[in-house]
């Protein structure tokens, strides 16, 4: 049975789950009735950040331009543009074992392309989610449902992976920003 967290809560992923390598980190959400004559594109993207909170280079940043990373511990399946059915909106699937030594911690972020030329932001978002499940038997381990705490915001960091004493942990934020991807990617240290 998951885990159900709420904001700010922390948990255990390995030490609770042992042998546990493979897990699945899904997102989703909805979109509420809007008029504004555009889609809503929305983007997952995984951090691989130090123990300072920033990524060591660009290519720590994984999202739907630069889907893998180079050791192979972080993939994004691909870019979905409409959020339509059901299930996860988009997935990014993590090898614990692969993580590099020098990343503890994995930021998990949502923003909305082109959002600002849009008129969108998450105010305009419902049912909003991220949960872990393991890769190998695909049972839900972690889920976090993200509420309807946003207004103006154009970027949220919904959760992070971090290490702690050789385990790693799972800690649901939640945190909104403004200036969509751009604000993220200096929030991090991505260059752009």
Same mark, same amino acid.
């Given at each position: 049975?998951?885990?159900?967290? =709420?904001? !700010? $809560?922390? /948990? @255990?992923?390995?030490? &609770?789950?042992?042998?546990?390598?493979?897990?699945? /980190?899904?997102?989703?959400?909805? &979109?509420?009735?809007?008029?504004? !004559?555009?889609?809503?594109?929305?983007?997952?993207?995984?951090?691989?950040?130090?123990?300072?909170?920033? *990524? $060591?280079?660009?290519?720590?940043?994984?999202?739907?331009?630069? &889907?893998?990373?180079?050791?192979?511990? *972080?993939?994004?399946?691909? @870019?979905?543009? &409409?959020? =339509?059915?059901?299930?996860?909106?988009?997935?990014?699937? *993590?090898?614990?074992? %692969?993580?590099?030594?020098?990343?503890? #911690?994995?930021?998990?972020?949502?923003?909305?392309? +082109?959002? +600002?030329? #849009?008129?969108?932001?998450?105010? $305009?978002?419902?049912?909003?989610?991220?949960?872990?499940? @393991? $890769?190998?038997?695909?049972?839900?381990?972690? #889920?976090?449902?993200?509420?309807?705490?946003? =207004?103006?915001?154009?970027?949220? /960091?919904? !959760?992070? %992976?971090? #290490?702690?004493?050789?385990?790693?942990?799972?800690?649901?934020?939640?945190?909104?920003?403004?200036?969509? %991807?751009?604000?993220?990617?200096?929030?991090?240290?991505?260059?752009?």
């Amino acid at each position: 049975m998951a885990v159900n967290l =709420s904001k !700010g $809560q922390k /948990v @255990d992923l390995t030490k &609770t789950n042992p042998g546990l390598s493979k897990i699945i /980190v899904g997102l989703g959400w909805d &979109t509420n009735k809007y008029d504004g !004559g555009f889609d809503f594109d929305l983007d997952a993207s995984a951090f691989l950040c130090d123990m300072n909170g920033k *990524v $060591q280079s660009d290519a720590d940043f994984i999202f739907y331009s630069n &889907t893998k990373h180079a050791s192979g511990a *972080v993939e994004h399946t691909g @870019d979905n543009k &409409t959020g =339509s059915g059901e299930g996860d909106d988009e997935v990014i699937k *993590v090898d614990l074992a %692969l993580v590099p030594q020098n990343v503890s #911690r994995i930021a998990f972020t949502v923003t909305i392309y +082109e959002a +600002e030329q #849009r008129h969108q932001n998450f105010g $305009q978002v419902s049912n909003a989610y991220i949960h872990i499940l @393991d $890769q190998v038997s695909g049972q839900e381990i972690i #889920r976090y449902d993200l509420g309807e705490d946003f =207004s103006i915001e154009t970027a949220v /960091v919904v !959760g992070e %992976l971090y #290490r702690h004493n050789g385990e790693w942990k799972f800690n649901a934020i939640g945190s909104g920003f403004q200036g969509g %991807l751009y604000a993220l990617c200096q929030n991090f240290g991505v260059n752009v």
